[in-house]
């Protein structure tokens, strides 16, 4: 069994990080289709916009296993949610189900309502078990200019 770490990431350890898990996350934003950018991303965690979550193991550091973006968002209603904005890695086996109870800490220590993420269809896959229930689907058609 390897020990599992998982960080959030400060904004003051950002410039250290980032090169680690900028190429895990480009996967998740190509599927993005253009609405962001691992810049956008950087700068949202700088902000403290977003949220970085890291997870590796320790006797591998800095190697990382995967990454995630989160964001809260406040709706009008007074609801509060984490929203899970990207999910990143390799291994994820080792990492998401725990990482997942790991940020669902975070979100109810933030006095969030609960947690909200749209993904690739494989995603449901980590949550099932999770307590999550799957409520949507998202789907887009493009126009070309």
């Not at 296993?65 to 999910?87: E, F």
């Not at 975070?106 to 449901?124: H, T």
């Amino acid at each position: 069994m390897t020990n599992i770490k998982k960080t959030l990431v400060k904004p003051k350890d950002l410039g250290f990080v980032w090169p680690f898990i900028e190429k895990l996350l480009n996967k998740s934003i190509k599927r993005s289709y253009g609405r962001t950018s691992t810049d956008d991303l950087l700068q949202e965690c700088l902000y403290e916009e977003s949220h970085l979550w890291i997870f590796y193991e320790e006797d591998k550091y800095p190697e990382i296993l995967g990454c995630g973006i989160t964001q809260i968002n406040d709706y009008p209603s007074g609801l509060r949610m984490l929203n899970i904005d990207h999910l990143a890695g390799n291994h994820h086996d080792k990492w998401t189900q725990e990482g997942l109870r790991f940020v669902e800490e975070f979100a109810k220590d933030a006095n969030c309502d609960g947690i909200e993420a749209l993904g690739r269809p494989g995603f449901w896959n980590w949550l099932k078990d999770e307590n999550y229930d799957k409520i949507a689907v998202a789907y887009q058609k493009r126009f070309l200019n």
